[in-house]
């Protein structure tokens, strides 16, 4: 299970100021997360994807009084996209360069750091980054740069389980925050940008054996292997890089893929390309595919739909539904897959129609081409992994969203394990410039946007919406900001002297409400005076 000599390794850094974290979280408390809000137990608060908080000390009123309550600094460079758990008083984060932390989530005194020593020869797209962390029992779980599910002691830091998922030499790692469901760690793979086949894992808890491996790209005799062509599948993508979401009553995952490869040029595998750009309904026990739904067919344009999912019930309506990369908000029966509606939330040109279940078509001259053609949104997409809220107490979709065009070029590229695998080049048009960013607000019942905050810059925080009325979340300047959830008026910010990449969370310790988020390579807290 270990690589020779990983024990001693992975371990590299490891030290415990107090060893007093006590954290034993069962399956049962995760799906009763809910009534906890006192803690933040799985990367969106709960199992249904909403991050919202039910706590309301912190309010619309008193708002504007919030002060910074202490800072950690994690003593590193890079970027932090970490979203924090936090439980019985001891929080758990992610670094860059796979280090994880545990502190003391009244002062921000440190428990343990875990440094993992990473080969030097990793190519991770788009940062050495991590998202953050799995619970359960009395163990924290994380996935690595160079494709190993880590398993370490709640209390200290110490690893217990160390698992080898996939060669990283060919491209493949994991950025992603897992998620415990019942006895098992379920975690998607990285690096569709050089060529990988994607899959989505679950391994056991307590031994770290895997159970279960679903491949997002179908190999021969598979349903979906047929849309894609000659031997395309092979080296197809279809990443599976952000969190899902669980329905413990179907005992249902839901988890979004990402786009082909390569992924700006469609020659050379044409066809649909299943499970690229998908929601999947999978057994949470087995693997197995119950439905599935593309919200791009055929990606020329990088459009990753691993956009967090959202559960909601509407009277008798099962649904879920996602603000999805190419531009679209859509909502689906989560039961059957069915598309209920797609509609447009940002600027788009790429579909002009909707087949006759109302999903959009793609235009014919929306394809790359070999002198460049303008398509809106770019290649970073509406918005992208920027976590999105959703509020019962005014029934509103939150996301953090850009209006962004590319000029998209394609030409021949030939594969090479390892390397980058894009077939294309883009760069920025000028149909959109500025580049706007905005918090938006958005009815699922109807798509309508109920509000909206334009930003001094597009930015790529997260968002938390609160039972106290407000919003958070932050900026590309630097700004952690607390919105009126009706209308989306700022009523406070505070400057952290770095841009934000991550989404905040809430919890509660000793009857006072805090606020945390990370911006640079620092964790801040916040709270009431």
């Known amino acids: 299970m270990n690589r020779p000599g990983q024990s001693r390794i992975a371990a590299a850094v490891f030290f415990c100021l107090a060893c007093t974290a006590s954290a034993q979280v069962t399956s049962e408390r995760l799906v009763n997360s809910a009534k906890e ?81 990473l080969p030097g020869d990793i190519r991770p797209c788009c940062g050495r980054v991590n998202r953050g962390l799995a619970i359960l029992g009395g163990k924290v779980f994380m996935g690595t740069l160079d494709a190993h599910v880590v398993a370490m002691d709640a209390k200290t830091g110490a690893v217990i389980w160390d698992v080898a998922a996939a060669d990283y030499r060919t491209g493949n ?42 491949y997002t790209v179908p190999g021969p005799g598979e349903p979906g292997h047929d849309t894609w062509q000659g031997e395309s599948w092979k080296v197809g993508g279809a990443p599976a890089w952000n969190t899902g979401t669980y329905d413990p009553g179907s005992n249902l995952l839901y988890w979004p893929t990402g786009n082909p490869s390569p992924s700006n040029r469609g020659a050379g595998r044409a066809g649909d390309n299943l499970y690229s750009n998908c929601l999947l309904a999978l057994d949470a026990d087995t693997g197995k595919l119950k439905w599935y739904f593309q919200f791009t067919k055929h990606d020329e344009h990088d459009w990753d739909a691993t956009q967090v999912p959202v559960m909601l019930d509407a009277g008798d309506k099962h649904l879920i539904v996602q603000a999805n990369r190419n531009g679209f908000f859509y909502v689906l029966d989560r039961s059957t897959g069915k598309l209920i509606s797609a509609t447009e939330y940002g600027k788009q040109t790429w579909s002009d129609s909707k087949d006759t279940e109302g999903r959009p078509i793609a235009k014919k001259d929306a394809s790359p081409t070999l002198t460049g053609h303008t398509v809106c949104p770019g290649a970073l997409g509406s918005t992208n992994f920027l976590a999105p809220s959703y509020s019962p107490q005014t029934r509103t979709f939150y996301l953090t969203a850009r209006d962004q065009c590319d000029i998209f070029s394609t030409a021949p590229q030939p594969y090479e394990p390892g390397h980058a695998f894009y077939g294309s080049a883009y760069f920025p048009s000028e149909e959109a410039e500025p580049y706007l960013g905005f918090l938006k607000g958005i009815d699922p019942a109807t798509g309508e946007i109920k ?79």
């Open 173 to 214: 790692s994991f950025t992603v925050a897992p998620l415990a469901v019942k006895n098992l760690m379920i975690i998607g793979v990285s690096g569709g940008e050089y060529g990988i086949r994607g899959f989505i894992d679950a391994y056991d808890a307590a031994t770290g054996q895997r159970k279960w491996r679903f």
């Open 37 to 117: 809000p006192q803690n933040w137990m799985t990367y969106s608060g709960d199992y249904s994807g909403k991050r919202f908080s039910a706590l309301d000390q912190i309010n619309t009123a008193n708002a504007p009084s919030l002060i910074p309550r202490w800072v950690y600094q994690l003593g590193s460079t890079g970027k932090m996209e970490t979203s924090p758990l936090e439980v019985d008083g001891v929080l758990y984060a992610t670094g860059p360069d796979d280090r994880a932390f545990a502190l003391d989530a009244r002062t921000g005194r440190p428990l343990w750091i875990y440094q993992r020593q």
């Open 451 to 529: 509000g909206k905050f334009q930003h001094t810059s597009p930015t790529w925080s997260g968002v938390l919406s609160t039972a106290g009325g407000l919003v958070f979340t932050g900026d590309a300047e630097g700004n952690f900001i607390a919105f009126d959830a009706s209308n989306l008026k700022p009523l406070w910010h505070f400057q952290m002297g770095a841009a934000v990449y991550a989404p905040p969370i809430a919890f509660a310790i000793d009857g006072k409400e805090f606020v945390i988020i990370a911006a640079g390579s620092a964790l801040y807290a916040f709270g009431l005076p």
